[in-house]
């Protein structure tokens, strides 16, 4: 595995665990009753966005 295709899958399991964080802090703000999107889910959606976009440019390498 070339150090790119590394830096991929580690990005991807990054991507993935980011998702699962800002379900989580969506599924509890529900349950509590909240209306709005919880500020830290906002971050954490920003960065895996951003992770998103790293993995789009390094799979066009």
């Known amino acids: 595995m070339s150090d790119i295709d590394e830096i991929i899958s580690d990005l991807e399991r990054a991507s993935e665990a980011l998702n699962d964080t800002a379900m989580s802090l ?34 066009a390498v």
Not at 27 to 51: D, H
């Open 26 to 59: 969506i599924t509890e703000a529900i349950r509590s009753g909240e209306k709005e999107r919880p500020a830290l889910e906002k971050k954490v959606s920003q960065a895996r966005r951003a992770v998103d976009k790293a993995l789009y440019i390094l799979r």
